[in-house]
């Protein structure tokens, strides 16, 4: 239950994000931000 409201949550979020056009203002570099989250994926049954 925990799992499913937090996605939820924080996927209106992210929708909230994009639809008031706060993406353009967060100064965030995203192939950085991917490629931190791809090796943690990736890398967490080592």
Do not use: P
Request: glycine share 2%; net charge positive.
């Amino acid at each position: 239950m925990f799992v499913a409201v937090t996605a939820w949550f924080l996927s209106i979020v992210f929708l909230c994000v994009f639809l008031f056009g706060y993406a353009n203002r967060i100064a965030v570099n995203w192939n950085q931000t991917v490629r931190y989250f791809r090796n943690i994926y990736f890398n967490r049954n080592v």
